[in-house]
């Protein structure tokens, strides 16, 4: 059973990849802290990325979705919810493409029945939390990729960039900021949300970029680059995130946006060709890895670039990434040669 003593928060989606690196953080950083963890355990989510955590008094995990009101509302009584910190999110942009239905439900529908169950567990009427909720905050988790992509090599994503969405993904993400910015602005909800660039490192969903080429090098299989491997992005290294959500929940300005990112800009042929670099020296092979690289079809709608102006994090809550790429992804494929047994 939780310590009754200790602040019940309520995070969401944490079995998938930034939430999975988050919980375990968090818990041996607070000791005051319950954490309940609800997710549905849809492709992206797995229980085993958070086996260090089962044991731990002070976590609950709880199986559902965001989307059941009837649950989310019985989470909050039960446990007597007082912060939520919400992952949850459909993420990957080419399945936005096939089918984008799903992201809507979840990322838009979700976030406001999250939104909603909160204003009236907490508030009396707009402006006036209950009295034993006076500190309650609802910190959302978002993307650079709400921003659209920049139109040339130096201008950076600022937290005042004007949101251009140009996938099913992006443009349902774009929509859930906007409902928690309407949850602030109309009923004074003390929310806060986070804008990050592409993350990496340990536990990440298989289908996604760096995990690919690492997984398809070591099978000796074709790995795949869309277009001509050019498209930029900025990468930050997840564990450097989770110390920034750490700091916006706790320290950040009420009805304010924080982008974090990690001044690590890299071509995706870059990122490959590093990969490529670290695997012959750690696994080597009668030939290069890099010779595995193959260029496939652009998918429909691919942002050029992609790059965070952290400036806002950095300069008022003084954070700082630990992690440059170079330091980030000889860690990050460490850890995947360990869950390959090579």
Known sequence: MFNNDNKSILVTGCAGFIGSN?????LDKYENYNIVNLDLLTYAGDLENLKECESNPNYKFIKGDICNRELVEFIFNEYDIEGVIHFAAESHVDNSIKNPGVFVETNVNGTFTLLDVARAYWMEKPFTYKEAYQDCR???ISTDEVYGTLNNETD????????????????SKASSDMIVRSYQETYGMNTVITNCSNNYGP?????????????????GESIPIYGDGKNIRDW???????????LVYHTGLEANVYNIGGRNERTNLQIVDTICTI??????NDRSYKELITFVEDRAGHDRRYAIDASKLEDTLDWKADENFDTGI????????GKYNR
Do not use: M
């Open 138 to 140: 609802f910190h959302h």
């Open 22 to 26: 988050f919980v375990p953080y968090f």
């Open 203 to 219: 536990k990440q969903h298989y289908e996604k970029l760096i995990p690919t080429i690492i997984r398809k090098a070591l099978q």
């Open 236 to 246: 930050l290294y997840v564990l450097d995130h989770c110390k920034g959500i750490d």
């Open 330 to 337: 000889v860690k990050t494929i460490e850890w995947y040669l």
């Open 279 to 284: 695997l012959d020296n750690k696994v080597p």
């Open 156 to 171: 950076l994503f600022t937290e005042e960039t004007p949101y251009a969405p140009n996938s099913p993904y992006s443009a």
